[in-house]
């Protein structure tokens, strides 16, 4: 499988800190991305990074993309309470996007 | 806009019984595919078509049926629901195959007694 696997699996911070998650996956890509899930809710798409870009920013959300290590890290600055949610990888490869395990996020008041 | 939308929201059923989830989307997208998703495993793709007529396997088919008639639906069928098959199952779509942003419906509990 070309699932990413996501780590850490869960991360508590205070608000204001910075929260930085890990994606690694294990065959060659097309793209990576990542998903937020609020509790109860669908996936909302966050950002996309091709396999030939090495960083990409959005808002607070900074993504970078090694290949050659076959890894990416979402980077959440400033973080809110808001961004209390589950994030998830996923690349894209022969028409398929698969998902990793997740990263439970929590961020304290 | 409604987006991708599932019904229904909840569903119990019984050891055996067949069903089906529906999904429909108004987006125009080609892209369609199913997940499920349960603790601590994150998403499994189920099944995934890439256009009306076009459907392929996932990670997890077996127990599944879809068929995609139309470019809007792409409904996921329980022939003999299992308790393995509880679990929460989201439909999504994009633009075009797996290189686009993937637009999720909100989902359909299961539970298999």
């Known amino acids: 499988s070309q699932q990413g696997e996501e780590d850490p699996q869960a991360l508590s911070i205070q608000e204001g800190e910075n929260a930085t998650m890990n994606c690694s996956y294990k065959?060659?890509?097309?793209?990576l991305q990542w998903y937020r899930q609020n509790s109860g809710r669908g996936l909302v798409h966050l950002i996309l990074i091709r396999s030939n870009e090495r960083e990409k920013h959005s808002g607070r959300l900074r993504v970078t993309l090694d290949t050659s290590k076959k890894s990416s890290s979402l980077l959440i600055t400033a973080s809110r309470a808001a961004d209390t949610a589950s994030y998830f990888c996923a690349t894209g490869y022969t028409g398929k996007l698969i998902f990793g395990q997740g990263t439970t996020l929590q961020v304290k008041p | 806009n409604a987006g991708v939308t599932q019904t229904p929201k909840f569903q119990v059923l019984k050891t055996g019984q067949s069903m089906t989830l529906q999904c429909a989307q108004d987006m125009n997208h080609e892209y369609m595919s199913w997940y499920r998703q349960d603790p601590g495993m994150g998403l499994r793709l189920i099944h995934y078509?890439?256009?009306?007529?076009?459907?392929d396997q996932g990670e997890v088919p077996n127990g599944y049926n879809v068929s995609r008639s139309t470019t809007e639906d792409f409904p996921l069928r329980l022939l003999s629901a299992a308790p393995s098959q509880t679990s929460v199952y989201f439909c999504?779509?994009?633009?075009?195959?797996?290189?686009?942003?993937?637009?999720f419906g909100q989902g359909t509990r299961l539970t298999v007694v």
């Open positions: 078509s890439v256009g009306a007529g076009i459907t």
């Open positions: 999504a779509s994009s633009y075009s195959s797996s290189d686009t942003e993937a637009f």
């Open positions: 065959t060659s890509i097309n793209n």
